[in-house]
């Protein structure tokens, strides 16, 4: 007689959660039980409709829950072995991971240890990390403390941009799924502590943590512009009351000598903004407010001091 396949019940969301969806059921590994999913139609990151439209394509029940009572009865009823999670952003509690008998494995934008907690990607790139990535962990009561199965990274290049960098960890989290899913289902994979010593942490990011300080230097404004860009709401500063959001930029080299966010040209009338160190970034694309996406040099004109009128 064939053993049952494991029962696996999905919970996860994002671009990234679909493309760990669709990796464990390429793996044929394991029974998927169910997708449990939130409404999240209202950020631009979502993939609602294309896990909606995976699970009726492969017969697989979708729930989407809107509180912890909802995501308690939706586990209970689907009764999983094991539970994948990715592109989940909150705590799941005890009594919940309790109904799957082997637990709750989740996939974090890391490389744990560090940067447990909150957009771990932006908070790496705006410490200016070289290298980033993903781990594959046991979900506890702590936060993203539990024994890790697998991990893996990618470069973050010093012009790259934190769309760029998703792209690549979704990549990254289908390869690690197809390499390490049913090794965890068949126990020829084992997970590993982490060094609880070498953790870091990061808080959720606020809206207001995306204001550009200009008194920085121009290589810790740069990063922030890169962490926070597409798909991510932008950096941003205020020009004549208006909120002007920064999309693209790059690095001016030669020192450039005006006050903090000043709007100065370079030789060929590309519009640059100074920075606390006297180097200056060159704007490629910009916002005001709801607008098109523009030049630098269609909206900034020189001798403006931006970020002065606050918004």
């Not at 990796?23 to 993939?47: C, P, W």
């Not at 404004?221 to 798909?231: E, K, L, M, T």
């Not at 790059?250 to 006050?259: L, N, W």
């Not at 040209?265 to 694309?285: H, N, P």
């Amino acid at each position: 007689m064939v053993a049952a396949l494991p029962r696996v019940t999905f919970l996860g969301s994002k671009p990234m959660g679909l493309r760990c969806l669709a990796a464990m059921h390429e793996t044929r590994a394991s029974t998927i039980a169910g997708i449990v999913t939130i409404d999240d139609r209202a950020d631009a990151r979502n993939a609602f409709d294309a896990l909606r439209c995976f699970g009726d394509r492969n017969g697989i029940p979708v729930t989407v829950i809107r509180s912890r009572a909802d995501l308690h009865a939706a586990v209970s009823v689907l009764q999983p072995e094991l539970a994948v999670v990715c592109g989940w952003y909150s705590m799941i509690p005890a009594a919940t991971r309790a109904v799957a008998t082997r637990g709750f494995i989740g996939v974090h934008n890391s490389l744990l240890p560090r940067y447990r907690g909150a957009a771990p990607i932006v908070w790496a790139m705006l410490h200016g990390e070289e290298t980033v990535g993903l781990s594959m962990y046991t979900l506890t009561d702590g936060m993203d403390d539990g024994d890790v199965w697998a991990r893996s990274s990618t470069a973050v290049g010093p012009d790259d941009y934190i769309g760029d960098v998703l792209k690549r960890l979704e990549r990254a989290c289908e390869d690690m799924i197809r390499r390490t899913f049913p090794g965890i289902l068949d126990g020829s994979v084992a997970p590993s502590p982490q060094e609880a010593a070498a953790a870091t942490y990061g808080a959720f990011r606020q809206p207001e943590d995306g204001r550009i300080r200009w008194g920085d230097s121009a290589a810790q404004v740069y990063r922030g512009i890169r962490a926070q860009s597409a798909p991510f709401p932008g950096a941003f500063t205020s020009l004549d009351g208006r909120r002007l959001t920064i999309w693209r930029a790059h690095p001016f080299e030669p020192p450039y000598y005006a006050q903090p966010g000043e709007v100065v040209r370079d030789g060929v009338g590309e519009a640059m903004v100074v920075c606390g160190d006297e180097r200056a970034l060159v704007i490629e694309q910009c916002q005001l407010d709801e607008g098109e996406v523009v030049a630098g040099r269609d909206v900034l004109r020189p001798r403006t001091v931006l970020g002065t009128d606050r918004r």
